[in-house]
């Protein structure tokens, strides 16, 4: 393309609402424009890189013997009724009526309908295994739409879906999907890892999240220094240490500490550390059951393991009101002696002795407390959110913590859609069964977004060869010169011709503007046509990456540049 006839929209601005550096510079490198809250437009250059990353995704699911299909995106509300989602989907399904006042939503994922086609279609064994993806727009009304294309309520996503006769074959066509999204996110570029994920409300038993490594990542995850292991912290087990109990050696001892309310505030008033604590922590289930949970005073809750230890959906802190009613006391001063509620502990609480809790009167907690002996605890679970430090539970090693964008989803889905939905298929002893399912999902557009959060610096985007919209830009430093536009010109042909995704700078504006711009949008190699190097019978050739010129022959220049194109991707 000519930059010329192309619409190319930079800012030198740094736009206001935008938050993180791929937010940033996609809308300043012209990718991308806000329609509304979460909802985008993909510009020419930014639409370029979508479709790379979508090509890779198609190449590999193609590869892995998966089928490509198109779905709707608004679907009859009869179906989520069906799965019984229609209820339990919360605020992220956007629902509607069309004229005859019937009831649709927009789809934010696909099992109801590929369930739906599947049931319709497949009658034997013999038609599996069966893997059957879309790349299509979705929608869910997030709650908090930002960062750009990473957390749109419109995005597209890849979302494919396995079929099989049993649990064996469902666990061989999952493997192939985990292989295939290495693939995928390595030809992207990335830095990224699996870890082991929650299956949150979706369903299934298995499940692994894609990583890509940032520090704008909403995720938080761990992995082991010496095993294999990684895992988001949602999910993150503990290691069982056997510990011993220790005997307690200090009496039940009530202590005033006016105003102090936090652990903090309490260790620090007593000189203690915040471990020598036990933070009792009040809350509710969406069933309405009011319960205490201890935990190690520096340790943070992991709601996720809460919710399903009590198999809830979810579960809230009490009120200040309800603290009151609960305790007797002001909230801060809550402990679990003498408590009316049943009380959960984390694991590691069993292993402490002589610990500060709060003593359910204002201004006051207990020194010397003692599980078994001062309070009772109705179960010890693993209750709390691993961190950077903690033993890993799979070996000896011990877990690092990083941040991540999960960028890709591959889940066990087991037969919960199938049974709901009546899939079954005969096996080969002719008895009906349901089918054994998997879904597997990437953000299409957060992957662009992904990769950008890891490769730029002060000037732009330093886009990796295989997503790049463009793979070479050639600027004209003049173009009014009959010589400079012939020999930039003829490159611009040559590299055409053998398949080169080429721009060509020849606006009329000021070099330094070119360069700004050439760097802004990551263009990786960059080639500079000027009177001066023409002389020599040479160009100037730049890559991104490391910024480093040298003067190439002109007779070169397109071979060096096909070749050096294919290598990066290729590696
Ligand atoms: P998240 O926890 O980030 O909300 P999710 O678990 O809801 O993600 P899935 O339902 O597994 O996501 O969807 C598959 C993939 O779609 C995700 O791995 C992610 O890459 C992408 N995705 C999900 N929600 C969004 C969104 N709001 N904007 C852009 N991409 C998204
Ligand atoms: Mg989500």
Same mark, same amino acid.
């Given at each position: 393309? /000519?930059?010329?006839?192309y619409? &190319? ?5 740094? *736009? =206001?609402d935008a938050?993180?550096? %791929?937010? +940033?510079l ?8 806000k ?6 437009t ?5 639409l ?11 190449e590999?699911?193609? /590869?892995?013997?998966?089928?490509e &299909?198109?779905?709707p995106?608004?679907? *009859? =509300?009869?179906?989520w009724?069906? %799965?019984? +989602? ?5 605020k ?5 009526r ?14 109801e ?5 599947v049931r ?8 599996l295994?069966l ?12 709650i908090?739409? +930002? ?8 995005f597209?996503m890849k ?17 192939k999907?985990y ?8 030809r992207?570029?990335?830095?990224f890892?699996?870890v082991e994920?929650?299956?949150g409300?979706i369903g ?10 940032a ?6 995850i ?6 294999e ?8 087990q503990m290691r069982?240490d ?7 050696t200090?009496?039940l ?8 309310k936090t652990i903090?505030e ?11 604590l036990i933070k ?11 319960l ?7 340790r943070?809750?992991?709601e996720?393991k809460?919710c ?13 009101e309800?603290?009151?009613q609960l305790?007797g ?5 809550a402990?679990?002696?003498d ?10 609480v069993?292993?402490?002795?002589d610990?500060?809790?709060g003593a ?5 907690h207990?020194?010397?407390a003692n599980v078994g002996?001062?309070?009772?605890v109705s179960?010890?679970?693993?209750l ?7 033993g890993c539970p799979?070996?000896d090693?011990t ?36 089918l054994?399912?998997g ?21 732009g ?7 790049a919209p463009?793979?070479v830009i050639?600027?004209l ?5 009959e010589?400079v536009?012939?020999?930039g ?8 011709r053998?398949?080169?995704?080429v721009l060509?700078?020849?606006r009329d ?6 360069f ?5 949008i ?8 000027g009177?001066?190097?023409l002389?020599e019978?040479?160009f100037?050739?730049q890559k991104?990456?490391d910024g480093?010129r040298q003067?190439?022959?002109v ?17």
């Amino acid at each position: 393309m /000519r930059l010329t006839e192309y619409l &190319l929209p930079t800012l030198k601005e740094t *736009p =206001a609402d935008a938050e993180i550096v %791929s937010h +940033r510079l996609m809308l300043r490198s012209g990718m991308i424009r806000k329609v509304a809250a979460g909802i985008y437009t993909y510009l020419p250059l930014g639409l370029r890189s979508v479709r790379k990353v979508e090509q890779i995704v198609r190449e590999e699911m193609d /590869r892995a013997g998966a089928m490509e &299909l198109l779905m709707p995106m608004v679907l *009859p =509300a009869e179906l989520w009724q069906e %799965s019984g +989602r229609w209820e339990q989907y919360g605020k992220e399904l956007l629902r509607l009526r069309d004229r005859k006042n019937s009831e649709f939503c927009l789809s934010p994922t696909h099992e109801e309908v590929i369930t739906d086609v599947v049931r319709g279609t497949v009658r034997s064994y013999r038609q599996l295994p069966l893997n059957l993806y879309q790349i299509q727009g979705k929608f869910r009304d997030e709650i908090r739409p +930002r960062f750009g294309l990473m957390r749109g309520r419109e995005f597209i996503m890849k979302d494919a879906y396995s079929f099989d006769i049993d649990d064996v074959s469902a666990d061989s066509s999952y493997d192939k999907m985990y292989q295939a999204y290495q693939r995928i996110f390595k030809r992207c570029g990335l830095d990224f890892r699996a870890v082991e994920a929650d299956t949150g409300n979706i369903g299934g038993s298995s499940s692994h999240e894609f990583m890509v490594l940032a520090e704008a990542g909403e995720d938080a995850i761990v992995s082991c220094d010496s095993c294999e292991y990684a895992a988001n912290v949602e999910k993150a087990q503990m290691r069982m240490d056997r510990q011993t109990v220790p005997e307690p050696t200090a009496e039940l001892q009530l202590v005033g500490t006016p105003q102090r309310k936090t652990i903090a505030e309490v260790a620090q008033f007593l000189e203690l550390p915040q471990s020598r604590l036990i933070k009792t922590l009040l809350v509710e289930t969406d069933g309405g059951e009011q319960l205490a949970v201890l935990l190690r005073g520096d340790r943070e809750l992991n709601e996720i393991k809460l919710c399903r230890l009590l198999d809830c959906l979810e579960v809230t802190m009490l009120s200040e009101e309800a603290v009151q009613q609960l305790t007797g006391a002001p909230s801060g001063f809550a402990g679990p002696v003498d408590l009316s509620c049943r009380i959960l502990a984390d694991n590691e609480v069993r292993t402490m002795a002589d610990s500060v809790i709060g003593a359910n009167q204002a201004d006051a907690h207990y020194l010397g407390a003692n599980v078994g002996r001062d309070f009772q605890v109705s179960e010890f679970a693993d209750l709390r959110q691993a961190v950077a430090g903690d033993g890993c539970p799979r070996c000896d090693g011990t877990l690092q913590s990083w941040r991540g964008i999960e960028v890709g989803h591959v889940f066990k889905l087991g037969t919960k859609y199938s049974q709901a939905l009546g899939a079954k298929v005969l096996n080969a002893n002719g008895k009906d069964v349901p089918l054994v399912m998997g879904c597997y999902g990437i953000g299409i557009g957060r992957t662009v977004a992904a990769a950008i959060e890891q490769n730029y610096d002060d000037s732009g985007i330093i886009f990796p060869m295989p997503i790049a919209p463009f793979q070479v830009i050639i600027t004209l430093l003049n173009p009014k010169d009959e010589q400079v536009r012939e020999a930039g010109g003829q490159l611009y042909d040559q590299l055409l011709r053998a398949g080169i995704e080429v721009l060509l700078d020849d606006r009329d504006e000021r070099p330094g503007s070119k360069f700004k711009d050439a760097e802004l949008i990551g263009i990786p190699i960059r080639v500079t046509v000027g009177n001066r190097a023409l002389k020599e019978d040479a160009f100037e050739v730049q890559k991104r990456k490391d910024g480093e010129r040298q003067m190439m022959a002109v007779a070169d220049t397109a071979a060096w540049l096909i070749d050096e194109v294919k290598r990066e991707l290729a590696e």
